[in-house]
């Protein structure tokens, strides 16, 4: 008896150590993440997604809260924000961070990705992990990649059916010179624009036009001030998930994991959410009275042979071996 209690106590005494090595170290955090779009989107569903599963991966001592609409500021304003280490997270388009690492413009070429996959595989493989990791240096760390989406035309002046119809047409793009670039090369006058002022601009027609995916023509509402859509999927657009450094630096090593983890989560989450939506909006926004043209064959490619001076341009300055890598990529899983 005696000798069973002994070692009842010794393996007592083992597995209270083992669990004591392995709590995991949680202390409580408030974490602001802001994005963009509005509460009710596909940024907004994906945030409350992880918002909640960073909660219970942390024992609830991670208080995430969103900030929709840009409350917290602007795309690039957010950015700033991070690397003072006066918010602690965000999410923004890619095509934004071009100011910071101006090789994330790779992934603004005009028509590089096809489809879905191909976006999945660039950005989740080599390339898009060796771009996150440039960041760091800078005061930010790249999580992971949430889809934005295909983008395409919308504008209130007529349809574009034809590259030649944007003559003239005031679009608002994204502050990035390969949208400058590509859009005054097709005849429209590019006018760079943060997010958070678009819609005001459509509505007060200081612009005629932007360019989004479906999904957020239809959460931003913007069927209310435009009458046509125009299907050209020009570019891929990814969403980045960034932690500001100053805060992440402070973390522990579980801590780390949790966010790592609770991110990739949210990227499964998120682009299933997407695709799923998208497959849907284009109806919706035919429901609430939008014209949409589908450009032709003939006329997107028109569109890319007009866009291929912008490529050159970036792969000029500096990022050839950078633009080869990703059309080899592009290229071996076409095959
Ligand atoms: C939201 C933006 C948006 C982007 C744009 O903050 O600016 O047009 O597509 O999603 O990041």
């Given at each position: 008896m005696k000798k069973f209690i002994q070692t009842l106590l010794v393996s007592v005494a083992v597995v209270t150590a083992s669990l004591a090595a392995h709590a995991a170290d949680y202390k409580p955090h408030i974490v602001r993440f802001g994005y963009?779009?509005?509460?009710?989107?596909n940024q907004g569903r994906a945030a409350k997604f992880l918002v909640e599963d960073l909660g219970k991966r942390t024992d609830g001592k991670f208080h995430m809260k969103g900030f929709a609409?840009?409350?917290?500021?602007?795309d690039i304003q957010m950015q700033n924000a991070l690397i003072g280490g006066a918010q602690e997270m965000t999410v923004v388009?890619?095509?934004?961070?071009v100011g910071i690492v101006?090789?994330?413009?790779?992934?603004?070429?005009?028509?590089?990705?096809?489809?879905e996959k191909e976006a999945d595989t660039v950005l989740d493989g080599p390339v898009g992990q060796k771009l996150m990791a440039k960041l760091e240096a800078k005061g930010l760390v790249g999580l992971v990649y949430w889809e934005n989406g295909f983008r395409n035309l919308t504008n209130s002046k007529r349809p574009i059916?034809?590259?030649?119809?944007?003559?003239?047409v005031k679009l608002r793009v994204m502050q990035n010179p390969m949208y400058i670039d590509m859009f005054n090369a097709m005849g429209a006058n590019a006018v760079p624009l943060s997010f958070s002022e678009l819609f005001t601009a459509l509505e007060s027609k200081t612009v005629d036009g932007e360019e989004n995916p479906v999904n957020t023509v239809e959460s931003s509402k913007f069927y209310e001030v435009q009458k046509y859509l125009s299907i050209t999927r020009h570019v891929y657009s990814p969403w980045i998930v960034l932690a500001s450094k100053k805060w992440w630096d402070g973390l522990s090593a579980d801590e780390k994991n949790a966010v790592r983890a609770s991110a990739v989560a949210s990227r499964d989450f998120e682009r299933k959410d997407s695709r799923a939506e998208g497959a849907r909006a284009l109806e919706d926004l035919k429901k609430k009275g939008m014209q949409v043209t589908v450009l032709a064959e003939p006329e997107l490619e028109r569109m890319r042979q007009t866009a291929r001076p912008a490529t050159a341009k970036f792969a000029a300055a500096g990022h050839a071996e950078l633009v080869k890598e990703v059309e080899a990529e592009v290229t071996r899983l076409r095959k």
């Open positions: 963009g779009l509005a509460e009710d989107s609409s840009a409350a917290l500021g602007s388009s890619t095509a934004t961070l101006d090789d994330f413009g790779v992934f603004d070429l005009p028509f590089l990705f096809a489809n059916a034809k590259m030649e119809d944007l003559k003239g």
